[in-house]
T-cell receptor
Framework: AQRVTQPEKLLSVFKGAPVELKCNYS??????LFWYVQYSRQRLQLLLR??SRESIKGFTADLNKGETSFHLKKPFAQEEDSAMYYC??????????????FGKGTKLTVNP | DGGITQSPKYLFRKEGQNVTLSCEQN?????MYWYRQDPGQGLRLIYY???????QKGDIAEGYSVSREKKESFPLTVTSAQKNPTAFYLC????????????FGEGSWLTVV
C-alpha cells in the first residue's frame, strides 16, 4: 500500500542553522513526490516537486529511490521558513486516475 | 490559487444535521479533491473526481457525499452519519493546464455543536 511517513511532528532550529525535514515513502510504482508548505493563516501551496529539480526559497529535495526518501533540506534556515511542511506522493489508482497521498506533516519553527 | 473558492469559511452545525461545503474553481481543471485536515493527522482524502459526473471514494469517505454535475463545482456534504465531523476541510484541483500541480482552496472550518 502507498504511504508517506514524516517521522518528526515538530522540528525546531535556530536561524542560520541547516535544516532537514525527513520524508520516506512506500509505493510500488514510479514515485512522483512533492513538498507542500502551509504558512500561518495562508493556504497550502506547492514548495517543490522532484521532477522539476528546482530550488525554491533555498530548499532542495532529492529523490533517493534506494532509501525511498525525499528529504527536504535548506543550508541556512530563516525565521520566515517557520511553517507546516507536508510531503506528498502522487499515486495512480486502479481506475487510471491520480491522487495525492500526504504525510502527517512536520511543523518547523526557526528561532531567532 | 485565487481560482479556487471555498465557502463558507466557518460553519457551525448541530448534531444530526447535514451540511454542504461549496468548492468552485475557474482554473478549467479536470480533477477536484476534498481533503480533511486534522492536527497530527495530516491531510486525508475524502473524495475525488477526475471528470464531470464521475467521482471516487478516498480513504475516509464514510459519512460524506459529493456530486460533480459541473466541471467548476464539487460540493461536499457532511452527513449526520459522520461520527467526528468537526475539522478543517480543504478543496483542491489539478489539471494539465497547471502541469498537474495541485492547488488548494483556503479551506472551510466546520464545527459541530
Amino acid at each position: 500500500a502507498q504511504r508517506v511517513t514524516q517521522p518528526e511532528k515538530l522540528l525546531s532550529v535556530f536561524k542560520g542553522a541547516p535544516v532537514e525535514l525527513k520524508c520516506n515513502y512506500s509505493y510500488s510504482g514510479s514515485p512522483e513526490l512533492f513538498w507542500y508548505v502551509q504558512y500561518s493563516r495562508q493556504r497550502l501551496q506547492l514548495l517543490l516537486r522532484h521532477i522539476s529539480r528546482e530550488s525554491i526559497k533555498g530548499f532542495t529535495a532529492d529523490l533517493n529511490k534506494g532509501e525511498t526518501s525525499f528529504h527536504l533540506k535548506k543550508p541556512f534556515a530563516q525565521e520566515e521558513d517557520s511553517a507546516m511542511y507536508y510531503c506528498a506522493l502522487s499515486v495512480r489508482t486502479q481506475g487510471g486516475s491520480e491522487k495525492l497521498v500526504f504525510g502527517k506533516g512536520t511543523k518547523l519553527t526557526v528561532n531567532p | 490559487d485565487g481560482g479556487i473558492t471555498q465557502s463558507p469559511k466557518y460553519l457551525f452545525r448541530k448534531e444530526g444535521q447535514n451540511v454542504t461545503l461549496s468548492c468552485e474553481q475557474n482554473l478549467n481543471h479536470d480533477a477536484m479533491y476534498w481533503y480533511r485536515q486534522d492536527p497530527g493527522q495530516g491531510l486525508r482524502l475524502i473524495y475525488y473526481s477526475q471528470i464531470v459526473n464521475d467521482f471516487q471514494k478516498g480513504d475516509i469517505a464514510e459519512g460524506y457525499s459529493v456530486s460533480r454535475e459541473k466541471k467548476e463545482s464539487f460540493p461536499l456534504t457532511v452527513t449526520s452519519a459522520q461520527k467526528n465531523p468537526t475539522a478543517f476541510y480543504l478543496c483542491a484541483t489539478t489539471g494539465t493546464a497547471s502541469g498537474n500541480t495541485i492547488y488548494f482552496g483556503e479551506g472551510s472550518w466546520l464545527t459541530v455543536v
